[in-house]
């Protein structure tokens, strides 16, 4: 037996290595989303939105870690950094869609969908 750490950088590399285990097309459709992980930053997040992407990501499976003023909202923005496989940023990016419009959640979708988009390749 042996072992081996794979870096799998999108989501091409993750289909092609579950397609060596001979396993089912659907079964890699499912299961290669899991096998990207990626950490973005962003820069300048209303605290608000900081909170909400924390909170969305957590109950995802996935993590986020914004500034301490964040919860009491005693600073104007904050830096986050999401930390999560490409499946939950695109779980994440579907449920902050539905809160555009608030606390500049609009431009966290544009920047974080920028970011994953090479993940998607």
Not at 69 to 79: F, K
Request: glycine share 4%; aromatic share 4%; charged share 25%.
């Amino acid at each position: 037996m042996k072992s081996e750490i794979l870096s799998i950088q999108n989501l091409s590399q993750a289909k092609a290595e579950l397609k060596k285990l001979q396993i089912e097309d659907i079964s890699v459709s499912m299961m290669a989303p899991k096998a990207v992980f990626c950490v973005v930053k962003l820069y300048d997040v209303h605290p608000a939105a900081a909170n909400i992407i924390k909170q969305e990501m957590l109950a995802l499976g996935g993590e986020a870690a914004v500034e301490r003023g964040c919860v009491n909202m005693s600073i104007e923005s904050s830096q986050v950094v999401i930390m999560g496989t490409l499946k939950q940023y695109l779980r994440l990016l579907s449920k902050l869609k539905m809160q555009k419009g608030y606390f500049g959640l609009d431009d966290v979708v544009k920047e974080v969908s920028k970011s994953i988009e090479a993940l998607m390749k």
